[in-house]
C-alpha cells in the first residue's frame, strides 16, 4: 500500500524526537549479493535520478518507485540500483529517515549505491559546505560495511564510495563519487579503479552532463562555480583527471541538471575505449518527476544495453508529446560485453 506524505512525515518525526531512531541500529540482515550466472543472459541495472522533492513533498512517489524494483527484481534481473543524488532536497533529518525507511526494504534483497547531491550537502541543502551530517548517520559506512558487495568508501565518510556485482559473465565495480569530485577524490577513485582491472566500471555521480549533452565546465549554467563553498572539479575536468584515464570505465550517470533534465554523450578514453555518458533528471516534470526511473537492460548476445525510462506512478514508460518513442529517454547504447572490458 502506498502511504501518503502526511504518514512519511508525522512517522519521521515522531520517531526522531522519542527514540532516536539510526539506520545502523535497524538494518536487516544481508544475503550475499545476487550473482546472475556466468551465462551471457540479459538483465538490468535501475537508475534513481533526483528524488528531493519526492522526499520533502511526496514521499509516496519515491516509495512507489522502490516497490516497483522489490516486485521486479527476479522477473527482470535486477543486479544493482543508483541513486544519482540529491536525495533530499533540505538535507534535513527528517528527510534522511524517509529516505531510510523507504530504502529499506532493499536491503538483502539487491545491492544499491547512493551518492550526495548538491541538496545533500551544507545548510539546508544550500552546498554552502561538504556537511553531510544527514546522510552518513543514515547511510554512512556503518550501513553498508558488512554487505557482501560492499567494496570500500574514501576517508571515515561513505560520500565516496564503491561496490561489486555480477551479471552476464562479467563482473561490475559501481563507483559513486560526491557532488563536484575533489582533486583527492578524484586522485582516490583513479586508485580504486587501477586496483580493479578485471572489473567492468560504472561511475556514478551528480553533476556532469548539460543539457546540450556537453559536460558541465566552469562558467556555464552549471558549472560548480555556481556553488562559491564548494572547491571541486566539473564534468570536463572530471573527465581529463579521472574517466579518460582507464580502459574499463564504459558508463558515467549523472543528474542535477533539470529542464528537461536528459542528455547524452560518447567519449572516447585514453584506451580507445567508448564511454557512454548519461544524463537524467525529471524534477521538473508534473508531480515532481511522475516517478519516471531508468532502466538500462544489458543484453550480451547482442553487444546493447537498452534504456528505457519508466514510471511506477503512471504504469508505462516515456513517450514524447506525440506518444511516440521518446528518443530522449528511450534509447539503446552500443556496448561490447565479450572478452577483456576495454570497448
Known amino acids: 500500500m502506498i502511504r501518503s506524505a502526511r504518514h512519511f512525515v508525522v512517522l519521521a518525526l515522531v520517531l526522531l524526537v522519542f527514540t532516536g531512531c539510526r539506520a545502523s541500529e535497524v538494518n536487516t540482515p544481508e544475503t550475499a549479493a545476487p550473482d546472475l550466472g556466468s551465462s551471457k543472459e540479459p538483465f538490468s541495472i535501475v537508475v534513481l535520478p533526483d528524488t528531493q522533492y519526492y522526499t520533502q513533498l511526496q514521499p509516496e512517489i519515491f516509495d ?25 532536497n533540505r538535507n534535513w533529518e527528517w528527510e534522511w529517515f524517509i529516505v531510510h525507511k523507504i530504502m529499506s526494504p532493499l ?21 554552502d559546505s561538504r ?4 546522510f552518513n548517520k543514515f547511510f554512512g559506512v556503518d550501513r553498508f560495511k558488512d554487505k557482501p558487495w ?22 561490475f565495480l559501481v563507483l559513486s563519487l560526491e557532488f563536484g569530485p575533489r582533486d583527492e577524490t578524484l586522485a582516490w577513485a583513479n586508485e580504486v579503479v587501477s586496483e580493479h582491472p578485471d572489473r567492468r566500471v560504472i561511475v556514478v555521480t551528480h553533476s556532469y552532463l548539460s543539457n546540450d549533452s556537453t559536460r558541465t565546465t566552469a562558467g556555464t549554467k552549471w558549472g560548480l562555480e555556481k556553488y ?8 570536463d575536468q572530471m573527465w581529463d583527471k579521472f574517466v579518460k584515464k582507464h580502459k574499463n570505465i564504459f558508463l558515467v550517470l549523472c543528474g542535477h541538471v533539470h529542464s528537461p533534465g536528459t542528455g547524452r554523450h560518447i567519449g572516447i578514453g585514453d584506451h580507445g575505449n567508448t564511454v557512454h555518458e548519461v544524463l537524467g533528471n525529471y524534477q521538473k516534470q508534473k508531480n515532481f518527476g511522475n516517478g ?21 506512478l503512471l504504469n508505462k514508460y516515456r513517450l514524447d508529446k506525440k506518444g511516440q518513442r521518446d528518443p530522449e529517454s528511450m534509447f539503446d547504447l552500443k556496448y561490447i560485453m565479450a572478452g577483456e572490458p576495454v570497448k
Not at 556537511?131 to 544527514?134: A, F, L, P, V
Not at 568508501?153 to 560520500?159: R, V
Not at 562559491?228 to 564534468?235: D, E, L, P
Open 292 to 312: 519516471w526511473l531508468r532502466i538500462m537492460k544489458f543484453i550480451p548476445s547482442e553487444n546493447r544495453i537498452e534504456v528505457k525510462t519508466y514510471s511506477p
Open 228 to 235: 562559491k563553498s564548494i572547491k571541486g572539479n566539473n564534468g
Open 107 to 127: 536491503d538483502g534483497v539487491v545491492p544499491y549505491s547512493v551518492v550526495c547531491g548538491n541538496h545533500d550537502m551544507g545548510t539546508r541543502g544550500s552546498a
Open 131 to 134: 556537511e553531510t551530517n544527514g
Open 150 to 171: 560492499y567494496g570500500g568508501h574514501m576517508g571515515d565518510k561513505n560520500d565516496n564510495n564503491y561496490g561489486y556485482f555480477t551479471a552476464g559473465g562479467m563482473d
Open 64 to 88: 512507489q518507485q522502490v516497490q516497483w524494483i522489490l516486485d521486479n527484481v527476479a522477473e527482470r534481473k535486477i543486479a544493482f540500483v543508483m541513486h544519482e543524488g540529491d536525495i533530499t
